[in-house]
C-alpha cells in the first residue's frame, strides 16, 4: 500500500485519497440503506393515512425528507470510490437511517394512533 504524502493531505483531507469499494461492500451496503429506507416508506405511507394531528403529520414528513436525502446521499457516495471521510459518513447515515425507521415504527406501532386507526376510544 502506498503512503499518503503531506502535499496530498491538502487535496484529499486528512483521510487520505479515494480507494475502490471492498468485494461485495457495495451490494452489502447497499441493499442495507435499501431495506432501511422501505421500512421507513412504508412507516410513512401507514401514518399519512391514518395520522390526524397536523403536528404528528409535520413530524414524520421531517423524519421522512431526512431519511430521502440521507438516503440519496449514500447511493451518490456508493457510486464512486470513496475516502475514508466518505465511508465513515455513510456508516453515519445508514446508522441514521436505522434510528429513523425505529422511531417511525415506534411511532407508528403508539396506542394512541392504533385507537385513531381502529377508530375507537
Do not use: N
Not at 93 to 107: C, K, P, Q, V
Request: net charge neutral; with cysteine.
Amino acid at each position: 500500500m502506498q503512503q499518503v504524502q503531506p502535499q496530498e493531505w491538502r487535496r484529499f483531507g486528512f483521510g487520505g485519497p479515494p480507494e475502490p469499494w471492498e468485494h461485495g461492500a457495495l451490494r452489502d451496503l447497499d441493499r442495507l440503506a435499501t431495506s432501511y429506507f422501505l421500512d421507513i416508506l412504508e412507516s410513512h405511507r401507514l401514518m399519512m393515512a391514518a395520522a390526524c394531528e397536523e403536528d404528528l403529520r409535520r413530524q414524520v414528513d421531517d423524519l421522512f425528507a431526512t431519511a430521502t436525502r440521507q438516503k440519496h446521499e449514500i447511493d451518490y457516495t456508493l457510486r464512486h470510490w470513496a475516502t475514508p471521510v466518505e465511508r465513515a459518513r455513510v456508516e453515519d447515515r445508514l446508522g441514521s437511517l436505522m434510528r429513523i425507521g425505529m422511531r417511525l415504527r415506534e411511532m407508528r406501532d403508539s396506542p394512541s394512533l392504533q385507537t385513531i386507526r381502529t377508530g375507537s376510544g
